[in-house]
Every structure is written in structure tokens, then in C-alpha cells.
């Protein structure tokens, strides 16, 4: 029988089925490329032997790209055996060993020996196709591409384990790599050199935000509620309490959304853990959103509580009206509401979000390249220190100014309108130290990740090379959560007096007003808006 038809068809077949996104390079000995990391090839024959690999590397730039790459090179040689080594040799040519050796990966391809065994081996096959021309990548043709040193050898316990074992067989084409059986599992994504919470902090850290959301949800509700009971009762320069209240309600909407989409729909869309430098698709929309919600109201609500200082610094200092601090109320809004988003959006385009292992959220979290520390500093830290340093100052100039007003009224025989300036100034004093004492720990707690990041050690390292080394704190990321959701329910301090409870006694009584009462009949306690100071503080009290 001539083989002529039979050596046609298999280069045909081979040459049909060559996938097109693959490129045909020359024959270069490149170096592996520097800016890469490790991935976890869970679901690949090849992790039989080894977890994980590098992308990219001198042959592949990416986990799917390596798995194409070796199907097309296996679809060949599963027509003909010819070496033992093969199966291993190509696995760790397309997909590198990488190991942790010190903090820092290590890869490993195959040593230039092994290759030229390989070739050995196989070249009575590849001649029978007419030569080497398959072989684009020239994986197998060139075997002064791979090093002497620091690679796989053929005694390497590797290729040892796949050759007296059970060796890789050919990935099946077009079947991709299939994910871990858990989904949810920390050691496939983030990749076990890149995870610095053990399962059981990541699992308290989620019924943490659980329950202080919740909380915070309802104390919000609470006060947003109470404000549409009797919106004149909210008055500049107390308005922007409400909307204090409404930001952090948003803002525990965002870790509802993030516990409802879950860590690996957030932080791993595609099986790829977020970081610095991404490149987004749409896989990544709910770590967009999660983020956007979680950045924007954060921001949002230091910019009210700002807001909020300066009303009460033109009230105290200035005597101005409740009119005439609501007269620049669109200019409030203005601040408090666009710049955040603006903030957002440059973030985000910036691509300098990640993903935080810990929360299962998106946030500005910092890595180990530079983006992710100018983002942090920048972004974060240098705003929430400037905003919270100038309320600091207009709260207490107002406090000093309302002191020096109370002294006046109890010499001049106010006795009444002193008492409720001094019921004024209790409340705000408590604000103020609600505010300004968890605001400080939540500033300080993203000062710690800013500066300890570069020193963590991953579980990995700390488990087996570096027992003693500093790994992150778990009770300051609770803190920091804790501390800032904390203001959101205190916000509830604000509405807690007599008059709240009024309001919510006489709702069933004005219902029944609104529905009986004549279309065209006046209303039967018109409110008088207020004009003077005091007016506005004793409505307030």
C-alpha cells in the first residue's frame, strides 16, 4: 500500500484544524517575559504533575493561548508515538512550571537536554511530513531556546512521576480547561501564591459585613424615613444629615450586591482574580458595580459630613439663616454628589481596581506595583485626610462661636434659649466625636495596607518557608468596616428625640386627615419656615 495518501491526509488534517488565533513566529531564543505571574491549570492533564504555570511566558501569553497551542502540537502527535517524553516535554513547554522560591516566582521550562532527546525521538516522524514546517513555535526544532540551568530535566521528579506513571494524555481540541469542582474555592482563585486569608478569615469577614450592613441599612431607612414624615423639621444646616444617611444607605446597598453576586462572580470573573492594570470586559461588570457603589458613597459621605461642618460654621460663626444656607443648596449637591463620580469614573479608567481577597469586593486595594499605591494615596487616603482636617476646623471654630453666644444669652436673661443652646451643643458634640473618632481609624487602617502591603507573606510562605514573617492583620480590615458603617448607624442619633417620636405617633392620624380632610380646605398646622438663628435651633432640638 503506498503511505503517500495516508502522510496527505494527515498533514491536511493537521493543517485544517491549526487554530487561527495561533501566530507563527520565528525561531527567536527569547527569554521568558519578566511582567508575569503565576496561574493555577486546574482541569488540565498537565496538573497532574505540577499546579501551576506562567503567563506569559516565551511561547504562550495566556492560560487559553497555552491550551490552544498544545492541542494543535498533541492533535499531531497523537497519530504517532514516538517518545515517552513527549506528553511532559510539551506540557512544560507551553506551560511552564512556576514556583515560589523566597516570595518571588520561579520558572522552570525544559532544559535544553530534554528537548534535544525529544527532537531525537520524533524527528523520523516530523521528516515524514516533509520537514520541520509544522513546528512555528519552533518548540521541538529549536532546543537552544531553553536553558541549562534552572529547568526540568529528565531525571526531574516530574517527568519522572509522568513517565512511571500514568503520562498526560492529549487534551481533547476545543476542550477547554475545566474549573476547580469548588467555585468557590480560595486555592484556585486567588492562585495559593497569591492568598494571604485563610478560608476561615474570608468566611467571618462576610458574616461581619453581614450583620454591620444590615444594621446600617435599617438605621438609614430609619432616619430617611422619619426626614419624609416631616421634611420641614430638617432644616439647614441640618439637611445634610439626611444625606449623610442616604450615602451610607447606598453604601451598605453595595456590600448586599456583593454578597448576593459572591467571591468568585465578583473577584474572579472568568477564573482570572482582578488586579491593577486589568483589562476590563463585560465578565467584570459586577466588580464595576460593586466598586462603584462602595468608592462612590464612601467619598460621597465625607463630602456631606463636610457639607455639614460648613453649614453649621455659617450658622454659628456667621448667624446666617436657615434660608440663606439653603439658598446654595444646589451648590452642596454639587459637590457632594458629581465629585465622587468623577472620582469613580477616572478610577476605574485608570484600571487601579482590585480585587480584596478578604471582602469578596472590589476597592482600591494595594498590590505590589506602583498604580495600586498612587491609587490608594491619591484616590483615597490624601481626600478622606483633607475633607475630614477642614470639617475638623469649621466644627470647632462654630463650637467656639455657639460657646461665646451661650455666655451672652445667660447674662442677658435668656435662661430658656440657653438651655436649648446647650441641648444643641450636646448633640453636636456627640456627632462630632461619632464622626471624627471612626473616620480617623478607617483613615489609619488604609494607611496600614498602604504601607505594611509590601511585606505580607502569602499563607504559603508564612505555612512553609518564612513561619515568622509578617502576614496581614485580619482584626484591622474588621475594624475598618466596622468603624465606617458604624457612622452610618449613628446617623440614627441625629433624629432620636421627642419630636421623632411624635412624628411617628401622629402618622396613622394624619393619614386618616390626608384621606377625610376637604381637597380644597387649608392645612390645619401650616409650619412658619424659619428666619432667625435660634429659630432654627430650637426646631433642631
Known amino acids: 500500500m503506498n503511505p503517500l495518501p495516508a502522510r496527505v491526509c494527515l498533514l491536511l488534517s493537521f493543517v485544517f484544524y491549526w487554530p ?119 518548540v521541538l526544532v529549536d532546543c537552544n531556546r531553553y536553558p ?69 441599612f435599617l438605621s438609614t431607612v430609619i432616619t430617611l424615613l422619619t426626614f419624609l414624615l416631616d421634611p420641614s423639621r430638617f432644616q439647614y444646616p441640618w439637611r445634610p444629615v439626611i444625606y449623610l444617611a442616604l450615602a451610607f444607605n447606598v453604601h451598605s446597598i453595595g456590600y448586599f450586591l456583593a454578597l448576593m453576586f459572591g467571591r468568585r462572580l465578583t473577584t474572579c470573573p472568568r477564573g482570572e482574580f482582578v488586579q491593577t492594570s ?52 444646589p451648590f452642596y449637591h454639587a459637590v457632594a454628589w458629581v465629585v465622587p463620580l468623577l472620582m469613580t469614573i477616572t478610577l476605574v479608567a485608570a484600571r487601579v481596581v482590585s480585587a480584596d481577597e478578604l471582602t469578596a469586593t472590589c476597592f482600591i486595594v494595594r498590590d505590589e506595583n506602583t498604580p495600586s499605591f498612587l491609587a490608594l494615596l491619591i484616590g483615597l487616603i490624601l481626600p478622606l485626610i483633607f475633607i475630614l482636617v477642614v470639617g475638623v476646623v469649621f466644627l470647632f471654630v462654630g463650637f467656639f462661636s455657639v460657646l461665646r453666644i451661650r455666655t451672652f444669652m445667660r447674662h442677658g436673661g435668656k435662661r430658656k434659649e440657653s438651655v436649648i443652646l446647650e441641648k444643641l451643643m450636646i448633640r453636636i458634640g456627640v456627632f462630632v466625636a461619632v464622626y471624627i473618632i471612626p473616620a480617623t481609624v478607617v483613615i489609619s487602617c488604609f494607611i496600614y495596607e498602604l504601607s505594611s502591603r509590601p511585606r505580607w507573606k502569602t499563607l504559603s510562605d508564612t505555612a512553609v518557608t518564612c513561619p515568622d514573617c509578617e502576614s496581614p492583620n485580619t482584626a484591622v480590615f474588621m475594624v475598618r468596616i466596622f468603624m465606617f458603617l458604624l457612622i452610618g448607624v449613628m446617623t440614627g442619633v441625629w433624629i432620636w428625640s421627642r419630636k421623632t417620636l411624635n412624628s411617628w405617633r401622629s402618622l396613622p392620624s394624619r393619614l386618616r386627615e390626608k384621606l377625610c380632610v376637604n381637597a380644597g380646605a387649608p392645612p390645619s398646622n401650616p409650619r412658619v419656615p424659619n428666619s432667625m438663628y435660634m429659630e432654627s435651633v430650637e426646631s433642631s432640638a
Open 278 to 329: 486589568v483589562s476590563w470586559h463585560w465578565g467584570h461588570t459586577p466588580c464595576i458595580i460593586v466598586f462603584g457603589l462602595l468608592f462612590y458613597t464612601m467619598i460621597a459621605a465625607f463630602l456631606w459630613w463636610l457639607v455639614l461642618t460648613f453649614c453649621w460654621f455659617l450658622a454659628s460663626v456667621f448667624k446666617w439663616s436657615s434660608e440663606s444656607i439653603g439658598h446654595f443648596a
Open 148 to 216: 541549562d540551568t534552572q529547568c526540568v530535566s529528565l531525571n526531574d521528579d516530574i517527568v519522572q512521576d509522568a513517565v512511571q506513571g500514568t503520562a498526560p494524555t492529549p487534551t481533547t481540541p476545543g476542550n477547554p480547561p475545566q474549573p476547580s469542582p469548588n467555585p468557590n474555592a480560595s486555592e484556585t482563585c486567588p492562585p495559593a501564591d497569591r492568598t494571604f486569608f485563610s478560608d476561615d478569615s474570608k468566611q467571618f469577614a462576610l458574616g461581619w459585613i453581614a450583620f454591620w450592613s444590615v444594621l446600617c
Open 20 to 138: 487561527a488565533p495561533v501566530r507563527t513566529q520565528g525561531c527567536t531564543n527569547s527569554n521568558p517575559v519578566v511582567e508575569g505571574q503565576c496561574a493555577n491549570i486546574s482541569g488540565l492533564d498537565c496538573a497532574d504533575f505540577y499546579p501551576r504555570s506562567y503567563f506569559p511566558n516565551n511561547i504562550t501569553v495566556s492560560l487559553e493561548d497555552g491550551v490552544e497551542r498544545l492541542n494543535s502540537y498533541q492533535l499531531f502527535f497523537s497519530r504517532e508515538s514516538c517518545s515517552e517524553y513527549l506528553g511532559i516535554f510539551l506540557c512544560l513547554a507551553m506551560l511552564p512550571v512556576c514556583e515560589m522560591e523566597g516570595g518571588s516566582p520561579l520558572v522552570r521550562m525544559p532544559c535544553r537536554t530534554f528537548c534535544e532527546q525529544v527532537f531525537s525521538d520524533c524527528s523520523p516522524v516530523i521528516d515524514s511530513i516533509g520537514g520541520a514546517q509544522f513546528d512555528s513555535l519552533c
